[in-house]
């Protein structure tokens, strides 16, 4: 079992740089995109910063010019529309309100690597030192609690990281008492679901997750601040899949997103605190927010 030194949990190199959203990794997703987190939090160049957005871009496509743009990269796992429905579709049903919500997560978490990175080009070297060695314990920790050699059959048990982190993030700002409808951190399921499906493999291993997230937080030097960016990043990139994620959405994008410094130059005209001010309205109305 994980913890008792008596097996070595190896992450799955493949899911290291997953670009789709069907992900099935042996991480329990604590691995996913890591490469491209550690990239952006010690990011000490120019060049570094151009060569990490291109990887971005060939992950995520690029920053739409509108919702109704079909021209512009989109990421991979994303069925983009035709010209006669971008032309014609609402935003607010079907295959419509699709498009315009995955636009919302998917430029949204592109715009925070972009952040991240910039924030990280303009601190000192022990900082940058300090920012990379945060995010590499906080993952090889994870790892190392929730990851598993069992087969994952279900895209669900992909999401017990970022769960567990959104949970962390949670525990750091006050929330509304709202005793019919507590906060649910592992429901996964497309947003107009009444329900959906949950890790089963979360509670095994959560409150050991919970605790290292505890003990890396206290042990850094770095400021609440950057601790809570950071671990922002890690929630939304290790996520599968944002759009089936509420309470990522909720706990690691949204509070970047209505930062006084939000958005990045040159980045999203379309993940704004007013779009995902839509999305917690549209989701809330299932009780996922």
């Not at 995109?33 to 995520?60: K, Y």
């Not at 295959?95 to 430029?107: N, Q």
């Not at 990139?237 to 706990?251: E, K, S, Y």
């Not at 999203?268 to 999305?279: A, E, N």
Request: charged share 15%; glycine share 6%.
């Amino acid at each position: 079992m994980p913890g008792t030194g008596a097996v070595q949990y190896v992450h799955n190199a493949a899911c290291e740089t997953a670009a789709q959203a069907s992900c099935h990794c042996f991480c329990h997703g604590a691995g996913h995109q890591n490469d491209l987190v550690i990239r952006a939090a010690g990011c000490s160049t120019t060049a570094d910063h151009t060569a990490l957005a291109n990887s971005l871009e060939a992950v995520l496509g690029g920053f739409h010019a509108s919702f109704r743009d079909i021209t512009t990269p989109t990421r991979g796992a994303r069925n983009v529309l035709d010209a006669t429905d971008a032309a014609s579709l609402g935003h607010n049903v079907g295959r419509g309100a699709t498009w315009y919500e995955t636009l919302i997560v998917d430029e949204g978490l592109h715009a925070m690597f972009l952040q991240v990175a910039a924030t990280s080009l303009a601190a000192s070297h022990p900082d940058r030192v300090e920012r990379t060695k945060f995010v590499e314990r906080i993952t090889s920790g994870a790892i190392s609690i929730v990851g598993s050699h069992a087969a994952v059959t279900n895209i669900a048990e992909s999401h017990v990281w970022c769960s567990i982190v959104a949970q962390h993030l949670a525990g750091l700002r006050p929330l509304p008492h709202t005793p019919m409808h507590p906060t649910v951190f592992d429901d996964i399921c497309y947003p107009r679901l009444t329900a959906g499906r949950r890790p089963a493999s979360l509670p095994t291993v959560q409150a050991a997750g919970l605790s290292h997230l505890a003990a890396e937080t206290a042990a850094t030097p770095l400021t609440p601040g950057t601790q809570r960016e950071l671990m922002q990043l890690v929630a939304a990139a290790t996520c599968p899949d944002l759009w089936h994620h509420a309470a990522v959405v909720r706990f690691a994008l949204q509070p970047a997103v209505t930062s006084s410094s939000w958005p990045p130059p040159h980045t999203t005209k379309i993940s704004t605190p007013h779009q995902v001010g839509q999305l917690e309205r549209r989701w809330a109305r299932k009780n996922h927010w």
